[in-house]
């Protein structure tokens, strides 16, 4: 697995979110994974939980784009982080730091962890 590779984790959820389809999104998702979004205080543990946030976050029409990625592998990890940028339909956006933390389960690299918080400023 390369940097590239992992890097491109993020279009293929990136192009989940362009589906509307919540389910599509928490299909990247590891079952037991932690999702911190960025624009809900609740902590979602389950994949029902991660769905009902992405109804929320998907009705904006997200669009995101990496800006400063950071990638690290190790073995069967691999951690992505760093910034990025979401515009919505109704010409918003927001900049938010990021971190998905991937786990190849032997089959496909799923998120284990996924952190986004607006950035302070």
Known sequence: MTDNE?????D????????????????LYDENAILLPTISNQVR?????????????????PKGEL???NVRIFNKIA????????SFNDGSTVKARYTFVYQWN??????IEHHSSAMPE
Do not use: H
Request: hydrophobic residues 40%.
């Open 6 to 10: 992992i890097i491109s984790l993020f």
């Open 106 to 111: 032997g089959e496909k690299w799923l998120i």
């Open 79 to 86: 951690i992505n982080s760093g910034v990025y940028n979401f």
């Open 45 to 61: 543990r389950t994949q029902e939980e991660r769905a009902d946030y992405f109804v929320q976050f998907l009705a904006k029409g």
């Open 67 to 69: 800006e400063a990625p």
């Open 12 to 27: 293929d959820w990136n192009q989940a979110l362009q589906t509307g389809d919540p389910q599509k999104v928490v299909a």
